[in-house]
Nanobody
């Protein structure tokens, strides 16, 4: 069973920064594509960022492009989301997700939640005005 544990969320002032971490259990992390999603009360879970299993490609929602950076450290089985210039509209529960079979897909759509088969429990990010 693959387990994902997010950390690093909290309360920050607008314009501030946070770095989220997602620790992934198991021995196959380097073969997983990873994504970050966020969800606000009353709204659907939305894509934030993703990184390919090879680490060679990254993807970002337009709303966070230029402010957020996704990265991974395969030696630590960890994916990160560096969030800079935070805005109140970034307030949400942030979820880490893993796609364990991305490397076998002819087409990968990282923005779709159903591409991922493992999810963390989420970490709250609150950005005050």
């Amino acid at each position: 069973q693959v387990q994902l544990v997010e950390s690093g969320g909290g309360l920050v002032q607008a314009g501030g920064s946070l770095r989220l971490s997602c620790a992934v259990s198991g021995r196959s992390f380097s073969m997983y594509a990873m994504g970050w999603f966020r969800q606000v009360r009353g709204k659907e879970r939305e894509f934030v960022a993703a990184i390919s299993w090879s680490g060679g490609s990254t993807y970002y929602a337009e709303s966070v492009k230029g402010r957020f950076t996704i990265s991974r450290d395969n030696a630590k089985n960890t994916v990160y989301l560096q969030m800079n210039s935070l805005k109140p509209e970034d307030t949400a529960v942030y979820y880490c997700a893993a796609d364990s079979v991305a490397r076998f897909k002819g087409r990968w759509t990282p923005t779709r939640t159903n591409e991922y088969d493992y999810w963390g429990q989420g970490t709250q990010v609150t950005v005050s005005s």
